[in-house]
């Protein structure tokens, strides 16, 4: 069975750092695109970020600049590295498989930043 298990938020301030994991299991890893998302309160699940198997990124422009997406497909880990954080980067973030494989949503990591 497919697992993604979401780990490394926490409470920070404004302009802090975070460091979010996405265990994967249950399915091929290496090769496969591999996105974050977010979920504010009140808003829509929101891409953050994308990394092809070949190590291609993508950004939303509202974190462009600040955080990076990255992979260790040793560990079948997908990393996101945030910088500069902001109030509104307070969210649940999730880890998944790029369209047009979507498995079940893991129960997230929450990220809280305050000002």
């Known amino acids: 069975q497919v697992q993604l298990v979401e780990s490394g938020g926490g409470l920070v301030q404004a302009g802090g750092s975070l460091r979010l994991s996405c265990a994967a299991s249950g399915f091929t890893f290496t090769g496969a695109a591999m996105v974050w998302y977010r979920q504010a309160p009140g808003k829509q699940r929101e891409l953050v970020a994308r990394i092809t198997g070949s190590g291609n990124t993508n950004y939303a422009d509202s974190v462009k600049g600040r955080f990076t997406i990255s992979r260790d497909n040793a560990e079948h880990t997908v990393y996101l590295q945030m910088n500069s954080l902001k109030p509104e980067d307070t969210a649940v973030y999730y880890c998944?498989?790029?369209?047009?494989?979507?498995?079940?949503w893991g129960q997230g990591t929450q990220v809280t930043v305050s000002s």
């Open positions: 998944n498989r790029a369209d047009p494989i979507r498995y079940p």
